[in-house]
Structure formats: C-alpha cells, structure tokens
C-alpha cells in the first residue's frame, strides 16, 4: 500500500527545527496549530498554541490567518 | 489540509507534541501528489474514491495483523469496517448513475489499482507518524490523521473538479469522511 496520494504537500519541521523557528519569530507573526482532542491539548501543549481539533479543522479554518507561517501538530 | 486552502506556509511537526516533550527527530518530507486531473466524470470519480477507500481498508486490516494488544486489533477491525462501508456506498452510487448494470464484483474489476503506486511505503508512512502500535490513543490518532488527509484530498479535488455530478459525489464523500473523524474524535474522548 502506498500513501503518497493521501499527503498534502507540507513540509515537516523536527522537533529542534520547530523550537528554533519558534524563537527566531515572535508569537503574533506565527501560528501554532494543535489539532488534537481537547483533552489532549489539557494535558500539555506548546505554549501560544492554538487549539482547533482536526474533526472542526475544515469548518473553522477562516479563524487562521492565512499570510502567516502555520506549525501544525 | 491548510496547504490546499491559500495558506503560504504550512510546516507539520513532525512526531507532534510526543516529538516535543521526547525531544526525538523525524527527517523532513517533501510530499504531495493529485490523483485526479480535475476531468473526470462521475463514474471516474466513484472508482478512484473506490480505490482509495480500499487502500484504507488493506491498511486497517494488516494493522489488525501486526497489532498484539486485543483492545487495538478490535479498533483496527472497526476501522476497516467502516471502510468496507464507505465501498458499499460508493458502490451504491456507481450504481445509480451507471447506464450500465454492474455488480460488485464487476465494479472492482474496473476500479484502477494503478492509483495506489509511488510514494511512501505503509512502513514509511508509520515511520513518518511513529504510533506505538499498542496503544488505542496511538492508533486513534493515527487512524485520524488518515483520515484527515482522505478528507482533505477529496476537498481539494472538489474545487478541482468541474463536472457538477461528480462535485456533488465528492462532497458527499468528503462529508462522510467528516463525520467519521468526529466519531473517532468522540472515541479518543471517551479513553
């Protein structure tokens, strides 16, 4: 089984690349998007991020602003 | 999902919030690829949507295989059950709209495999989101994260497509991949 088809074409960032871009901009220029469960996002997330579970992601995607850089977990 | 929707830049964390707190590392990937050239007619439509729910379902299935835990087996026998599901209706579908008669079977036969070569591998695709294959909250997240990008591909190819039959197929099934992530939404709360 080959899944290449179902990947939007994103570009993946590990986790010392996200901190180091984290830092290297501040807070209003970015977005960081946390797609989990609520209860997940309760338990622990990076800080400043903002919580759109993925089941409403399609729904409320104009709560994003678009022009800005967006790191999504 | 954002990539599609006039985002500029869009970078997946890749390992998530378990790569954060773990401090461990995933190599970057540069992925994407349409299956649809936006000219399909309906019929066209149902047998790649047809093809790709199958993909699915083969995935679920030799997951259930690998997995040891009886808890995960049986979510991932669900799993592919509600794949077998989405067939039967894309089948239904077909069915409606063809001028001809077919079966099932006879419909499989016509539904290109040729869909589902090239690119990453299910090893490769595991590797990319690392779950512990034990855990329910790990495959669940899996599971919709998959999931989620089947939506998102139909939605994109929704804008794509210009026939209005099959815009109108695709966002029905767009909409039922919606509602199947809710449901595994609601089935990650209730762990």
Request: hydrophobic share 40%.
């Amino acid at each position: 089984m080959k899944w290449m088809q179902f990947l939007t074409p994103a570009k993946s960032m590990d986790f010392s690349q996200t901190k180091s871009y984290i830092l290297q901009h501040p807070g209003e220029d970015i977005t960081i998007l946390d797609v989990r469960q609520p209860s997940e996002y309760q338990e622990g997330h990076i800080p400043g991020a903002t919580l759109i579970p993925l089941p409403q992601l399609s729904d409320r995607i104009n709560e994003i602003d678009p022009e800005k850089p967006t790191l999504i977990y | 999902m954002l990539a599609g929707k006039g985002f500029k830049k869009v970078f997946n964390v890749a390992g998530g919030i378990t790569a954060w707190d773990a401090k461990t590392a995933i190599g970057p990937q540069d992925l994407g690829m349409d299956l649809f050239s936006g000219k399909e007619q309906p019929e066209d439509v149902l047998k790649i949507a047809y093809s790709l729910e199958q993909g699915l379902y083969d995935f679920y299935i030799s997951m259930e295989k690998e997995a040891k835990h009886e808890k995960v087996k049986d979510l991932f026998a669900r799993l592919s059950d509600i794949e077998v599901k989405h067939q039967m209706s894309i089948y239904l579908a077909y069915s409606d709209i063809s001028d001809e008669e077919v079966d099932k079977e006879g419909f499989e036969k016509m539904v290109e495999t040729k869909a589902l070569e090239g690119g990453l591998s299910t090893k490769e695709y595991l590797d990319l989101f690392n779950p512990d294959l034990n855990s329910e909250i790990d495959v669940i997240s899996l599971a919709m994260s998959i999931e989620a990008q089947a939506l998102d591909l139909y939605q994109r190819v929704s804008i794509k497509i210009k026939n209005p039959g099959s815009k109108d197929i695709i966002n029905k099934i767009a909409n039922e991949e919606k509602v199947h992530l809710e449901s595994l939404g609601k089935l990650m709360d209730s762990l």
